[in-house]
Each structure stands twice: as structure tokens, then as C-alpha cells.
């Protein structure tokens, strides 16, 4: 028998059937990667038509808004969900430190994803000259009145929510469900959905991308090694909140 082999009686035992059986479960992650393609394109672009938005009626941006964040990343979830019975813990939702932990842990993702932002913001906005960002979220805040601290809130919690789910959850969750992932590779990985979410924010301003770049490199790596996602948008969601508050008050 040729070494490796296994023996012909072992293909009816309960090992083989389990086998079987994950080898089903894991054929479909590859989904994961493709629904991922929808969300990602559109925030790639929707730069280019966003100031157009906001020139229009308030309710226009906001009802693009509320289709690109809440509509969308919905349908493409259970999209996944249907045809591959991928759910939210497969992609980082789940919390395998017990909620004390996560709160014990939270200041530390935050205090590092806003101070590396911050500073690679502002060293780099002096550098460039602080150039004119193309589009301002300000505008959009603005325009709600009253209701800017609703908006702020909920910006602040769908970008870090669904930002997290689909630059960092699924495309992990396709990259390496079915094979051990080397170092070299993990870095790769972080390099790649950094640049993806530093050219998801160009409308913002070139330092404002720098900042997304160097952000999302320590959210990967704050992911890889919680092995949760809940910290990273925890702490994503306290950052745009300061972020976007002192802008508009």
C-alpha cells in the first residue's frame, strides 16, 4: 500500500463521514470572496457622486446612504447565508473571550486605531500641504438639523460595522478557511485590505486615506489575533464618533 494511503475499509467509517461532511462544509467559503466584490466596488466609487448627492435634496444622499449601508450589505449577507450556510460567526461575530473580556480588552484596539490614525493624518496633511478633501461628510451631518447627532451615530456605527465585515471578516473567511496560512501570507493579506480601505476613502482627502491605510493594517492585526471582530468595530465606531462630532458641533 503506497505511504499515506488509507485503508479501503476506512472509507465506510465514521471518520471518512466526517470527513466528508467538512470537506462539504468548506467548499462554499469561496462565496464569501464574491459577495464581498458588490459592497466593495460601490465604495470604491461612490466617491464620484456623492458631492452631486448632496447638492441635491438632503434626502437623496441619505436614502443612497441608508440603500449602500443597510439595504445592500443585508442582502448580500443572506445571499451568502442561502447558498452557503455561512453565518456571522463564521466571518469574526463571534465573541470566543466571554463579553467581560471584550470589555477588558476594547482600550487597547482604541487607543492604538486612533492614535496611529491620528498622527498619520496629521504628519501627513502637513507634508501634502493640507489639501482639500473631494467630498466632506459634513455637509451631509449638517444638512439633518437637529438630527445630526442621529446621524453621526448612525454613520459612526455602519461604516465600523460593515467596513469590518467586508474589508476584513469575509475576505479572511475566503482566504484562508480551507488551508493553514503562513506569516508572509497574513501579512499580504493585511497589506492588501489595507490598500483596498485606504482607496475607499480617497474622496476624503490623500492623508485621510494614509490614515485609513495605516488603521486597517492594526484592525487586521488586531483581528488576527483576537480572532473576533466585535473589538475592531467597537473601537472603529468610538473613533468615527470623534471623529465626526467635533466636525459638526
Known amino acids: 500500500?503506497?505511504?499515506?494511503?488509507?485503508?479501503?475499509?476506512?472509507?465506510?467509517?465514521?471518520?471518512?463521514?466526517?470527513?466528508v461532511i467538512l470537506a462539504a462544509r468548506r467548499e462554499p467559503y469561496h462565496l464569501a470572496g464574491f459577495v464581498s466584490i458588490p459592497f466593495l466596488l460601490?465604495?470604491?466609487?461612490d466617491g464620484f457622486w456623492k458631492p452631486a448627492l448632496l447638492r441635491g435634496p438632503f434626502i437623496a444622499y441619505w436614502s443612497f446612504d441608508f440603500a449602500k449601508w443597510i439595504l445592500l450589505p443585508i442582502l448580500l449577507l443572506a445571499i451568502l447565508h442561502r447558498r452557503s450556510d455561512v453565518v456571522g460567526a463564521d466571518y469574526g461575530l463571534?465573541?470566543?473571550?466571554?463579553?467581560?473580556?471584550?470589555?477588558?480588552?476594547?482600550?487597547?484596539?482604541?487607543?492604538?486605531?486612533?492614535?496611529?490614525?491620528?498622527?498619520?493624518?496629521?504628519?501627513?496633511?502637513?507634508?501634502?500641504?493640507?489639501?482639500?478633501?473631494?467630498?466632506d461628510l459634513e455637509k451631509a451631518l449638517a444638512a439633518l438639523g437637529p438630527l445630526w447627532i442621529v446621524g453621526?451615530?448612525?454613520?459612526?456605527?455602519?461604516?465600523?460595522?460593515w467596513e469590518s465585515v467586508f474589508f476584513i471578516g469575509l475576505p479572511w473567511l475566503w482566504f484562508s478557511r480551507t488551508r493553514a496560512v503562513s506569516q508572509r501570507e497574513r501579512l499580504a493579506f493585511t497589506l492588501l485590505t489595507a490598500g483596498l480601505f485606504a482607496l475607499a476613502h480617497w474622496e476624503n482627502g490623500a492623508p485621510n486615506s494614509i490614515?485609513?491605510?495605516?488603521?486597517?493594517?492594526?484592525?487586521?492585526?488586531?483581528?488576527?489575533?483576537?480572532?473576533?471582530?466585535?473589538?475592531?468595530?467597537?473601537?472603529?465606531?468610538?473613533?468615527?464618533?470623534?471623529?465626526?462630532?467635533?466636525?459638526?458641533?
Open 1 to 19: 500500500m503506497p505511504c499515506g494511503a488509507r485503508p479501503a475499509s476506512s472509507r465506510g467509517s465514521p471518520f471518512h463521514s466526517l470527513e
Open 42 to 45: 460601490l465604495i470604491l466609487v
Open 94 to 135: 463571534a465573541a470566543p473571550l466571554g463579553m467581560a473580556d471584550l470589555v477588558y480588552i476594547f482600550p487597547l484596539p482604541f487607543f492604538s486605531l486612533f492614535f496611529a490614525d491620528l498622527v498619520a493624518v496629521q504628519v501627513s496633511a502637513r507634508l501634502l500641504g493640507y489639501p482639500q478633501p473631494y467630498f
Open 152 to 161: 453621526t451615530i448612525y454613520t459612526a456605527a455602519t461604516a465600523a460595522f
Open 211 to 249: 490614515g485609513a491605510f495605516i488603521f486597517q493594517c492594526i484592525a487586521v492585526w488586531w483581528f488576527l489575533r483576537l480572532r473576533t471582530l466585535w473589538p475592531v468595530v467597537a473601537a472603529h465606531f468610538a473613533v468615527d464618533v470623534i471623529y465626526f462630532w467635533p466636525r459638526v458641533t
